[in-house]
């Protein structure tokens, strides 16, 4: 929900616009000059024209400028000579003592060049050309940005301190709805610009309480609000058909919930931070289930899969492979058991072990293993169904968006009325 706030270029006040104004048409000299000012009276005696004295200043300052190049030419030349010398004396010098001279000649060149003629360009207007490099002082850096907020914090007038009004941002997005002491607080929606809207609760500027997300790309949430992230119950609606509804925590899917995929795939359990993580079941989509428990998204711990031509697993899992003791059962009652790896038998049990034999696995601690994993399987599907709970939040949600929209529309018919009445223009901040 974070969105870089754009920057606009803000019109002149019409105030500035006169100052502006009587700037351009003043004179840059005052237009009462006597003809009797000294340089006039020193000059008239031998009757010079205008012409001939600005060609004599023209000249004269020609000369101060040759006077200077002989100067900057003779220190060209004397800090040249080293350079040159190490040329002619090094023909098989190095690469980087040959770049390092001729980098140091063209400095004293561009130096030279840039002092005696002054209408070349300078040396930092020569770089800021060449690179594209932005030279400002540290002063002039700009503010972080803000981790969550709506539009920009720059503003340009007064907002309305309370009541119904609009919004607009600098960046493009408008809040139509109600107002408590200047900031959005109430029922109202908000538009992204170009990306989707929020329709609901309102306090300190943040979304909090009942309310509706729809975005450009067809994502939907309905549900519950704290402090500007989804939180509590809701329903989020992937815009690639995935639907999520369940327990919502600072922004991501936490707690007990259900995620229905778009192929017809189906988990029921519990969710960590955005992944399934805990108890749960999952129905694939080829007929496939499993049963039992999750760590970070995958089928890790004890649990049962059993496959749709009749085959199943007991037993432990690692990150989503049959890893350590379990019992893979045939569909014609043939069984398998003893310690797996990467989902392969690696060692099977057997009814007598010897005490010291390394590879032997004893079938009684297969039995606890499987025992332990129907147990996850059974704590699975006892997991919380929080179905109806997300429908109360959802219609809850659907009531939120109904009285923001209608705020909506009281703030738009508000400053419809203030600006054909007053002629107020709508605060960009």
């Known amino acids: 929900m974070n969105h870089t706030p754009s920057t606009l270029?803000?019109?002149?006040?019409?105030?500035?616009?006169?100052?502006?104004?009587?700037?351009?048409?003043?004179?840059?000299?005052?237009?009462?000059?006597?003809?009797?000012?000294?340089?006039?009276?020193?000059?008239?005696?031998?009757?010079?024209?205008?012409?001939?004295?600005?060609?004599?200043?023209?000249?004269?300052?020609?000369?101060?400028?040759?006077?200077?190049?002989?100067?900057?030419?003779?220190?060209?030349?004397?800090?040249?000579?080293?350079?040159?010398?190490?040329?002619?004396?090094?023909?098989?010098?190095?690469?980087?003592?040959?770049?390092?001279?001729?980098?140091?000649?063209?400095?004293?060149?561009?130096?030279?060049?840039?002092?005696?003629?002054?209408?070349?360009?300078?040396?930092?207007?020569?770089?800021?050309?060449?690179?594209?490099?932005?030279?400002?002082?540290?002063?002039?850096?700009?503010?972080?940005?803000?981790?969550?907020?709506?539009?920009?914090?720059?503003?340009?007038?007064?907002?309305?301190?309370?009541?119904?009004?609009?919004?607009?941002?600098?960046?493009g997005d408008v809040y139509e709805g109600e107002f408590h002491k200047g900031k959005c607080s109430g029922s109202g929606v908000y538009y992204y610009y170009m990306s989707g809207r929020y329709e609901g609760d309102w306090v300190d500027e943040r979304y909090d309480g009942y309310g509706v997300e729809t975005w450009a790309r067809g994502s939907r949430y309905r549900g519950q609000y704290r402090q500007g992230l989804r939180h509590g119950l809701g329903v989020y609606r992937f815009y690639t058909g995935d639907v999520y509804s369940g327990e919502w925590s600072n922004g991501q899917s936490h707690g007990c919930g259900v995620h229905t995929c778009e192929d017809g795939s189906r988990y029921v359990g519990e969710f960590k931070w955005g992944?399934?993580?805990?108890?749960?079941?999952?129905?694939?989509?080829?007929?496939?289930?499993y049963a039992g428990e999750y760590?970070?998204?995958?089928?890790?711990?004890?649990?049962?899969?059993?496959?749709?031509?009749?085959?199943?697993?007991?037993?432990?899992?690692h990150e989503g492979r049959r890893q350590g003791l379990g019992m893979y059962t045939f569909r014609n009652g043939e069984t398998q058991s003893g310690h797996w790896q990467n989902g392969i038998l690696d060692i099977p049990s057997t009814q007598n072990t010897h005490p010291g034999s390394p590879v032997a696995v004893n079938h009684s601690k297969v039995l606890n293993a499987v025992q332990e994993a129907r147990r996850a399987a059974e704590k699975a599907y006892d997991v919380p169904r929080v179905d109806e709970r997300v429908n109360r939040a959802v219609v809850a949600a659907n009531k939120a968006a109904n009285a923001a929209r209608v705020a909506a529309v009281k703030a738009v018919q508000k400053r419809m009325h203030h600006s054909s009445s007053d002629d107020i223009p709508i605060p960009i901040v």
């Open 9 to 171: 270029s803000h019109s002149p006040t019409l105030s500035s616009l006169h100052q502006h104004k009587h700037h351009h048409n003043a004179s840059p000299y005052p237009s009462n000059l006597s003809s009797s000012s000294p340089a006039s009276s020193y000059l008239s005696p031998f009757h010079i024209s205008p012409n001939t004295r600005a060609a004599a200043l023209r000249l004269l300052r020609h000369l101060r400028h040759v006077r200077r190049l002989r100067v900057h030419l003779r220190l060209l030349l004397l800090f040249s000579l080293p350079s040159f010398y190490f040329f002619f004396s090094n023909p098989r010098s190095s690469f980087l003592l040959d770049f390092l001279s001729a980098l140091a000649f063209s400095t004293v060149l561009l130096l030279s060049l840039n002092l005696t003629l002054p209408r070349l360009p300078s040396i930092r207007l020569l770089l800021s050309r060449s690179f594209p490099l932005k030279l400002s002082s540290p002063s002039s850096r700009p503010p972080p940005p803000v981790l969550w907020s709506i539009g920009s914090k720059t503003k340009t007038e007064k907002r309305v301190n309370s009541g119904c009004s609009v919004q607009v941002y600098s960046n």
């Open 275 to 289: 992944v399934k993580h805990g108890l749960g079941h999952y129905h694939f989509r080829n007929g496939d289930t």
């Open 295 to 317: 760590f970070a998204d995958k089928m890790h711990g004890f649990g049962v899969y059993r496959f749709a031509n009749g085959h199943r697993y007991e037993g432990a899992w």
